[in-house]
Structures are given as C-alpha cells and as structure tokens.
C-alpha cells in the first residue's frame, strides 16, 4: 500500500478537526472556538489502495508567525513532508480566510481549497461561487459541510487523484472575493451584534455568565436525584444477590470483591454517572454555540488585572470537566510564562471528580430545605467562583514572584453563533467525556475499594490499619475542621478524586456498621454520627477545591513543562492553599 501525507492547515475556527474526524474516523474534540486544536493531530485514511497521513495544524493567520502554534504550524509546511496542503476556508468570513489561501498557494505545489461551513453561510445570504473560485485560483476547491459529512467524498477523490501545481494565485483578495461571493443579505451578521452588545456588553455580560452557570448546574442537581436513586437501589438489589450467594467462608470474594470492590464501583458508578451525563452536554451546547469565546472575551479586564492571560478561561472551562484536559488546553497560550501561569493554577478548579462530592455536602449540610436544588447550584456556583478568585490571586503572586515578566496581548477571534448539533453534542459527550471520565474512575476505584477493605480488615488487636493510620493523621486534620479519615481519604484518593468520598464512606461504615443508603438522609446520619457538622462539610469542600491534583493531571503537567520543579510546584500550590483555608475557617467558624 502506497503511502502519503496530507496536511490540514487553515484559520483558527474552520472547521479543521471536523474534516480530519471525517477523513481519518477519529475523534478529535472539536468546538466552535478558536484555538481548539492544540497541537498537531496525526491520523489515517485509506482510500482506493492508498493510506493517507493525515495531520491537523495548529489554526494559523497567515505564513508569518507570531505564536508558537503558528510557527510549528508553518514548520510543518516549510518542511516538505506534506505530499498535499488542503487549505480549510470558512465560507461565512471567506475574505479574511482568502488573505491566508493566497499566501499559501505561492509557497506551496500541492494545494486543495476546501470551503467549508457552506450551510452557515447559506443561511446569512452568502453565495459561494466554487467553480469560479476554482478558475481564479486556478487550484482545486471543494465545497462541504465536513459536521455533516457533505462533501467529503469529493475531496477524498480530489485527495486521490490530485496533481501537483505549481501555479498560483497573482490577484488581490478583494478582486478573488467581489468575483466569487454574493452577500445578499447581512441580516445574521446583524443579529450577532445584536446579541454581542448583551452578552459582550458591561451591563449584562457578567449576570449572564453567572445566570447561565447556575441554570446548568441547577438542571444537573435536579435531574441526579432519580437516577441516582434508581442505581443506588438497583447495586444494593445486586449486592444483596451477591452477599446471599457467597457465604462467609468465601472471605475473599465476599470482602473484597463484593464489600470492597462491587461497592465502591457501585458508589462511584451511582453518584458520577447521572451528574456527568447531564453537565457535560448542557456545556456543549455553550461551547458549540459559540458562546464560551464570549466569556473569554468578558473575563479580559479581569485577568489583565490578574497579570494572567486571558485565554485561560478556556482552560479554566476545560478544566471543569477534567483538570489534565484544562492543562493540554493552555497550550493555546502564545506566551510561555502565561502558558505557566494558566498550567500551575488549573488545579483550582473543581474537576467533575469533585463536583459529585460538592453537591453531595452541599445538599446534606449547607442548603438542604425548601428551593434545596436551587440553594445547592447557587452554592456549587460560589465554589466554582471562589476557584477563580483564588485562580487570579495566585497567578498575580506567581507574575511578581517566579514568572515575572511582560504581559502579551490578547488577540481572540469571536466566533459565529451557531446552532448547535444535538446529535453530535450527545456523541461527543458520551464518547470522549463521559466514558473517559467515567473509565478512568472505574480504573482506579476498583484496586482503590480493595486496598480500602483491606485496610479495614487487617487489625493490630483490635484496631484496623486505618484506624491507625487515620489516628495518625488526627491531630493535624483537627487543625483543618477535618478528621483523620477524611484527610487519610484525600491521600489515598490521589489516583483519582472521584474515590475520596467513597473512601469515607467505606471508612465510617466499618466503624458503625452502616453500609447502605437508601437517600441523602441516611448517608447524613452517618456523617454526623461520626462527629461532621457544618464547618467539618465547609473545610472537606474547601479541601476539595484546593488540594493536589490527581495523578492523572500530574502525569499531564509533567509532561507539558518537561520539569519536574513545575509538577512538584503544581502539587505545593492546591495543597498549601488549602491547608491554610481550612485552619483559617476553623479557627473563626468553628470557634463560634
């Protein structure tokens, strides 16, 4: 089989890694803002006895780079290895799209145009004309709607039977687009600033974002109590089928694997999966919008303030649903100290390993009662915001001490609105997000709920080795409002966040006796009847919000600084602001 290479390069927000999902059947995360593709995705396509190396670039301006990305991108291309460069154009701001074409065509020989987005641009009133363009380029140019799949037959038959050329394009931008595009109507364009004057605006850009926020969060609180509830009861109907089938001489299999490993999955499964599935695509539907630029764009004057880039709050949006995906999305940062800055400081936000643990103490302690749903969004809201205000306070720390330095511009370009896909929003989530979160917490909860049981059950007298251990601990977790299971709970969750809450549960049921929960109230019993009040649930969230990272995102961060000084910092940063939260709130709350 023949071998070539093909290589996608474009604009930030055209479409790219839709087209390469297309050709190649991989998965890249795609959205509808710029700066998605952070570095260079490789995949395959064989067609008609060819395999094809397909490469997604990092989107581009033009051939003179003023970023990182930019300049591997054009690395890439000035190498050689491409046997073909397909242009991505975005038909709906084709005249921009065209300045980088054109520049494009004169250094390259083996070009393919591919104007994309043909629907959106419908819509508005733009016509492309392609066989024109085709002729005034005198390259090829292949028109699709790559989400979609139209169109891209065409251009993996162009890909195949493509020729090299070396001529190009000598005529200006505006003479290629008054020739090649009707706008009959700007009508869209028009709503867009409409709608950008609210969103982007002074007054309501800020209670918009807070509003929106907190209606997501709140439809995922409301909409986890009966699935939750249904999987609770349908784990502890098959444990008890498994409890009456293994008899106490089966200790092995009974402990470990029933009482250890199916019932901290059973947790993890029964708390993660109903949040997760709800969250993750009401995000999307943001993201695919077009409105999470927007939020960039309304956080700028803050983080200036902050000395900090204000391109983290993308990151900072990634993070939410996984803190190792916020840190890879720093990559978009041009600027290397920034890029540090947003790295170090992701961990402060609450990845949706925590969220489970955040709504849970929120309801069981801080806003249980009447309108409880909307109290308990409100105050996962309010941890979320905290997050970025400690986010901000440390990145202007880090600016005036370690990472001094000039503060770069802030270039973003602000999408179209769009309509979002549904269809792919729910794939996507389910696909990349939900069982990959999920995945990973199975992964670990499983040797996790063994190792617990274990611990539990190898006494020293009449003592368990985490009683010990948690003894231990005791003295200084008082400091914090905590107690030694729950810090012991914090340490031994490090493989993953998703297992601290089960860890403590699995710890007080040894002790009392209390295994299983029918509802919060119950699982609030136990809590309480091993010492918890309303500062013990603050501190625990609070610690939640500000601890190490897990190993996962450790393993990430290493890998993205290439230093071990800035991992071992990723870890010391959380975990000593959160220290000193804790005492400070216990020493003034718990007092009073």
């Known amino acids: 089989m023949n071998n070539k290479t093909v290589v996608l390069v474009g604009n930030p927000n055209t479409g790219k890694s839709t087209i390469f999902n297309a050709l190649t059947g991989s998965h890249q995360h795609t959205g509808n803002w710029s700066g998605k593709t952070v570095g260079n995705a490789t995949g395959t396509m064989d067609y008609k006895g060819v395999r094809y190396e397909i490469i997604d670039l990092p989107g581009i301006y033009s051939t003179n780079p003023i970023s990182e990305d930019e300049k591997c991108a054009m690395d890439c291309i000035k190498s050689g290895i491409a046997d073909i460069v397909i242009i991505v154009l975005d038909s709906t701001c084709l005249e921009r799209n065209l300045i980088l074409a054109l520049e494009l065509s004169k250094i390259c020989c083996n070009v393919i145009v591919c104007v994309n987005l043909i629907d959106e641009a419908h819509k508005k009133g733009i016509i492309v004309d392609i066989k024109k363009l085709e002729e005034i380029l005198n390259i090829p140019v292949v028109a699709t709607v790559a989400r979609n799949g139209i169109g891209m037959d065409k251009l993996k038959e162009e890909i195949h039977s493509h020729n090299t050329s070396c001529q190009s394009c000598e005529c200006s931008v505006e ?43 709140w439809l995922t609180i409301l909409g986890t109590n009966y699935p939750s509830a249904f999987l609770s009861s349908f784990f502890k109907t098959v444990e008890n089928y498994l409890l009456y089938i293994f008899d106490d001489s089966n200790w092995l299999i009974k402990g470990v694997f029933v009482e250890g490993i199916f019932r901290t999955l059973s947790w993890v499964v029964a708390v993660m999966l109903p949040p997760m599935t709800i969250f993750f695509p009401l995000f999307a539907i943001l993201e695919d919008s077009g409105y999470l630029p927007r939020i960039a764009f309304n956080s700028d004057k803050v983080f200036k303030k902050a000395n900090a880039h204000s391109k983290m709050v993308m990151s900072i949006c990634m993070g939410l649903g996984c803190n190792a995906v916020g840190v890879v999305a720093a990559r978009i940062i041009e600027s290397k100290k920034e890029r540090l800055i947003a790295i170090l400081t992701n961990c402060f936000m609450p990845c949706n390993g925590r969220f489970a643990g955040l709504i849970m103490l929120a309801s069981v302690f801080i806003a249980s009662g009447a309108f409880g749903s909307i109290k308990v969004a409100i105050t996962v809201l309010l941890c979320i915001l905290s997050g970025v205000i400690i986010t901000l306070i440390i990145s202007y720390i880090l600016s005036k001490t370690i990472l001094r330095g000039q503060q770069s511009s802030f270039i973003l370009e602000l999408p179209p609105y769009r309509r979002p896909d549904i269809k792919n929003i729910l794939k996507r989530s389910v696909r990349e997000k939900i069982l990959y979160v999920l995945g990973r917490a199975i992964v670990v909860a499983a040797p996790a709920g063994a190792i617990i049981w274990i611990m539990q059950n190898v006494t020293f007298g009449d003592i368990s080795l985490m009683t010990y251990i948690a003894n231990f601990l005791n003295p200084f977790a008082e400091l914090m409002g905590l107690d030694g299971y729950i810090l012991a709970a914090f340490i031994l969750g490090m493989p993953a966040n998703e297992i601290v809450i089960p860890i403590i549960i699995m710890c007080y049921s040894g002790s009392s006796g209390i295994i299983e929960f029918e509802n919060l109230s119950e699982l609030g019993a136990l809590l309480r009847a091993n010492g918890w009040n309303y500062v013990t649930a603050i501190c625990t969230m609070i610690f939640s919000l500000n601890h190490f990272p897990c190993g996962t995102t450790l393993l990430t961060i290493k890998k993205e600084t290439k230093s071990v000084k800035w991992t071992v910092l990723a870890f010391i940063l959380p975990t000593v602001t959160g220290i000193v939260l804790c005492m400070l709130i216990n020493l003034f709350m718990g007092a009073a």
Not at 180 to 202: L, Q, W
């Open 175 to 217: 003479y290629v687009y008054t020739n090649c595009v009707e706008n009959s109507c700007n009508i869209f364009n028009n709503i867009d600033r409409k709608i950008d004057r609210i969103v982007t605006g002074k007054i309501w850009a800020l209670p918009i974002m807070a509003i929106l926020f907190c209606f997501i969060l």
